[in-house]
Nanobody
Framework: QVHLVESGGGLVQAGTSVTLSCAASGGTFTTMALGWFRQVPGMEREFLASISWTGRSTNYRDSVKGRFTISRDNTKNSVYLQMSSLKPEDSAVYYC?????????????????WGQGTQVTVSS
C-alpha cells in the first residue's frame, strides 16, 4: 500500500511562490507516475501536472503552464509542485496522486493512491 503525505500549503500572498511537497512511503517509488490535482469546494477535482516515473516527461494543464513546475526526487521518494505568480483563483486543496499502472497520465481515474490534500489559500 502506498501512502502519500502532502505538505507546504498555507496562506500566501498573491504574486508570490510556494512549493508543495509530497512524500511517498510503501511501494516502489521509482516505478510510480505521479500527479498533482486540486479541488475547490463544490467543484470537480482538476488535473494540474504529471510526471513520469523517470522524471523525463511532464505534462501540465494549460492554465498553469509556465507558472507551475512538477519535479521529483527519487532519492527522497518525493514529488514537488513549484507554484509561482499565485492568484486568488489558485486557492484550493491540492492533492498528489500516484499510479503504478501507467508510465504517465493526466486522468485522475488512472491514479490508485491519493494523499489527504493540503490547503493553499492565496490572498489578494
Amino acid at each position: 500500500q502506498v501512502h502519500l503525505v502532502e505538505s507546504g500549503g498555507g496562506l500566501v500572498q498573491a504574486g508570490t511562490s510556494v512549493t508543495l511537497s509530497c512524500a511517498a512511503s510503501g511501494g516502489t517509488f521509482t516505478t510510480m507516475a505521479l500527479g498533482w490535482f486540486r479541488q475547490v469546494p463544490g467543484m470537480e477535482r482538476e488535473f494540474l501536472a504529471s510526471i513520469s516515473w523517470t522524471g523525463r516527461s511532464t505534462n501540465y494543464r494549460d492554465s498553469v503552464k509556465g507558472r507551475f513546475t512538477i519535479s521529483r526526487d527519487n532519492t527522497k521518494n518525493s514529488v514537488y509542485l513549484q507554484m509561482s505568480s499565485l492568484k486568488p483563483e489558485d486557492s484550493a486543496v491540492y492533492y498528489c496522486a500516484a499510479t503504478q499502472q501507467y508510465t504517465h497520465t493526466n486522468v485522475q481515474e488512472n491514479y490508485d493512491y491519493w494523499g489527504q490534500g493540503t490547503q493553499v489559500t492565496v490572498s489578494s
